[in-house]
Each structure stands twice: as C-alpha cells, then as structure tokens.
C-alpha cells in the first residue's frame, strides 16, 4: 500500500482550479524553464490526452505560460500570464492533439527557442496532487520529479564517465539518493540524471566539466 502525504490530502499551495490540471501544469513549464538556460522568445505547447480536451476550462494554458515565464503554482501572475507574456515579447503557440496516444492522460510537449536560436524540447505528465515527472529532454526520455537536488549531465556514451561523476559527488560527500543513465543509442548521446540528498558545491560541478566526455551540466536545487 503506498503512503500518503498531507499534501496529497490537501493538495498544494496553487492558483486553482485543478492540481492536476493547472498545478501540475505550472510546476512541469517551471522545471523545463529552469532547465533552460537562455531567454524564451518562443514556447510552443503540444496538449495530449486530458490536457487537449480541457487546458482552456482548466487553465492549463495559463499554468503552462506561467511556468515557462517563471511562476511558481501558488504565483498569482498566473492569471495574466499571456498578458505578462506579450509585455515580455514572448510568442505563444498550443497545438492541441487529441489523436496521439501517449503514456499518461496529463501530458504536455515545450519546445523553449531562445533570444540566440537555442531550442530545447521537454515532455512532462502531470501525476496528481500538483506532482509531476519529466519524461523526455530533447530526443532523450528520462524520468525524474524534481523533488531532490537533482543533476543532469549531457554525455557522450563513453566508458567511465559514469564513475567519474559519481566519485566527484563522493568525494565531496554528497550522497545519491537516485541515479539513472539514459541514452540515445550505445556509444551515442546519453544523459546521466543524479538526484541527492544535499545541494551539490560549484566545485563539484567544475570537477565534473573535466572529463572530455561531458558536454553540459543543468542543476536544479532543491
């Protein structure tokens, strides 16, 4: 039997009127925005399952912009969030899908564009309670919550770099709550997603940017 939460009795602090659908709509844009690194000049959301058929009844829409204009769930900038957005020249586009089948009924795609042309795809499915798990970045699926510090490294799937990111967190001891390795295709893009137990020191990134093999690191604190 899984345990629950206050929170899940509760729910979350959020700007209504579903935590599944607005919540946990917000709290996905959120984590793909801080998972970019640049300006976003150009959103465009894709809207499956549950989400296409009720994100304007819902404010799914507004929670999406929101997040990726930077709102937290319980920010009341939500409202205006496509006013806010066309003040920051934001350009908004919503492709409704109602055709595709996917894993999860709460499902939504982000493709960020920023100011210097850098995109960055991010799926995410709303889990309930104002959860969420992101599911795929770029042409990579992954799987994490964002409820621990969590550290995403893009690599070359080489030999090794594993263990050297895992001794550059040991020897600072932090400890590794989960770690998991997905990738494109053996020897190919892959990204190595580690959520601890403690916030990871900037020395502890530099250590790892050594290794010939990596090629970006994003941090998300907790």
Known sequence: ??????????????????????AGACAIALMARRLFDEDVKKVTF?????????????GTDKALLGGVLGFATDDPRIRNSFELAKERGVEVHFIIDEKTQVDHPNTADILMEGADGKEMFVRGV????????????????????????????????????????????????????????FREDKGANAFTVV????????????????????????????
């Open 1 to 22: 039997m899984n345990s629950l939460s206050i929170f899940d009795v509760i729910g979350p602090n959020m700007i209504g009127p579903s935590s599944s659908h607005t």
């Open 126 to 181: 709303s889990t309930g309670g104002g959860k969420m798990r992101i599911v795929r970045i770029n042409q990579i699926d992954v799987d994490f919550t964002g409820e621990y510090t969590t550290l995403i490294v893009k690599q070359f799937d080489k030999p090794g770099v594993v263990a050297h990111i895992t001794k550059c967190l040991a020897d600072e001891k932090v400890n590794i709550a989960f770690l998991r390795l």
């Open 195 to 222: 959520e601890t137990d403690e916030r990871i020191p900037q020395a502890v990134l530099e250590k790892i940017k050594k290794n010939e093999n990596i090629q970006e690191l994003m941090l998300i604190p907790m």
């Open 46 to 58: 894709t809207l499956y399952g549950s989400f296409s058929k009720t994100y304007q009844g819902h």
